[in-house]
């Protein structure tokens, strides 16, 4: 068995810096519940997650802290999202109102599904899907202000970074066409919502500059942080036009039954996941003491070095890898290092698995919660061919001989597949 290399770093990221670790286990030696007792170890545990939210709000660019609230993961962060400010217009505009929302075709599920959910329960609600160029999953942020209808759009979402073709959207761009319709805080505005699960980490992101008002991220994957933490940053003032989606223990305030309307409080009911906030913290962190752009930089020169190996021309068809064809954008600037590729004749699985068995290159195949990105990229199951592809995605630990050694791995079996149907035939 050979020695693995971790390309599922999209999944989860892997490994995590040691301090990530180190600041789990004293806090399971050390620290009590933050926001829940006076005592010195809550008041230390309190004061390290507010550390977590510094740091966050520090990297995407916001100034209070507060406006940090912490969940599960992404899905969670989105569920708040779209749900709250449903909720919200509800409440401002009656049932009877028409409300309608944007979301892209390179949505995850964990959008797809929650606007879904509410379309199906509400018949005033209405639901337009902006389609993406199939050739580089890029928007037309032209497409987006086309799709808004005044007056009834309350929330645009777009996912910043696909986790099928690595596109980056340009989120500038699309912010200023959504400011356009009126400033998110006050009740007739649009909402821009961005799903940044394979963004944060990986390219400068600042809510201020992108005119994003609400952005939902996850610990655990290019922030360092472990699995089971995530959220939503909300751009101050657009509390207003969020509703709770839970309520419960906040460890303030027990006199009143309506519950606590101060940020984070607000979104946070329940005992903190801490342990993982606190790992999360370390993550952010070894994030700013290098800076995003280093971090970028790195990433950039393993996807010049990939592309460079595997020679993919004008359609993704790979020069030195027979069959093999790469979905989304060649040009660096337009992506970041999660790359998807399909085979005229080996599934998904197939090449998955030799990929594992024979060079220890970890990957994931299939859909990855995207159904809609890869029916645009003409990889959806038809007749006998399986739905999806092969995914290897890049962390900021993943040296260039790695992807020198993942690059050799998909033209050899590339390679020997056409060498040996050619015997066979
Ligand atoms: C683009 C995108 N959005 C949302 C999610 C969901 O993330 P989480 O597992 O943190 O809920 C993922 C997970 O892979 C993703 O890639």
Redesign the pocket.
């Known amino acids: 068995m050979p020695s693995t290399r971790y390309f599922d770093n999209?999944?989860t990221s892997f490994p995590k810096p040691p301090a990530v670790l180190e600041a789990m286990t004293r806090y399971m030696t050390e620290c009590g519940a933050p926001s829940r007792g006076a005592h010195a170890p809550a008041r230390s545990a309190a004061g390290l997650v507010r550390r977590c939210r510094q740091r966050l709000a520090t990297l995407v660019g916001l100034t209070s802290p507060e406006h940090v609230v912490f969940g599960?993961?992404?899905?969670?962060g989105?569920n708040l999202g779209v749900k709250g400010v449903y909720a919200a217009a509800r409440r401002v505009r009656g049932q009877a109102a028409p409300l309608h929302i944007v979301i892209t075709a390179m949505?995850?599920n964990?959008?797809l599904r929650p606007v879904n959910a509410l379309r199906e329960l509400d018949p005033n609600l209405s639901v337009t899907i902006v389609s993406a160029d199939p050739a580089t999953g890029l928007i037309d942020p032209a497409d987006i202000a086309r799709a808004i209808r005044p007056g009834q759009t309350v929330l645009v979402c777009v996912?910043h970074?696909?986790?099928v073709t690595g596109t980056v959207q340009d989120l500038d761009a699309i912010g200023r066409e959504c400011a356009r319709f009126g400033a998110g805080s006050s009740h007739d505005g649009v909402l821009l919502l961005v799903?940044a699960?394979?963004s944060l980490g990986h390219v400068d992101v600042n809510m201020l500059r992108s005119h994003i008002d609400l952005l939902?991220f996850?610990g655990?994957?290019g922030l360092l942080g472990p699995?089971g933490v995530?959220g939503l940053c909300i751009r101050p003032g657009v509390e207003r036009r969020l509703d709770t989606i839970r309520e419960g223990g906040t460890g303030n305030l027990s006199e009143q039954l309506s519950h606590p309307s101060a940020l984070p409080e607000k979104y946070e009911p329940g005992s903190h996941n801490t342990m993982g906030i606190i790992g999360l913290s370390e993550g952010v962190a070894w994030l700013l003491e290098r800076g995003i752009v280093e971090v970028r930089q790195h990433e950039v020169a393993l996807m010049q070095r990939f592309i460079e190996r595997l020679a993919p021309d004008i359609s993704g068809r790979c020069e030195h890898a027979p069959g093999l064809r790469l979905l989304g954008p060649l040009e660096i600037e337009r992506r970041v290092g999660v790359f998807t590729f399909v085979h005229d004749e080996l599934s998904p699985q197939e090449l998955a698995m030799a990929l594992e068995s024979s060079f220890g290159v970890l990957t994931r195949a299939g859909l990855?919660?995207?159904p809609l990105a890869h029916e645009l990229m003409g990889t959806s199951a038809s007749g006998d061919r399986s739905a999806g592809g092969v995914r290897l995605s890049f962390g900021p630990f993943l040296t260039v001989d790695d992807v020198e050694h993942a690059a050799r791995a998909l033209c050899t079996i590339c390679s020997e597949h056409r060498s040996a149907a050619a015997i066979a035939g």
């Not at 599960?72 to 969670?76: G, H, M």
């Open positions: 999209a999944a599960y993961n992404t899905s969670d989105l949505e995850h964990s959008i996912n970074a696909s986790n799903d699960a394979q939902a996850p655990h994957k699995t995530g990855h919660c995207a």
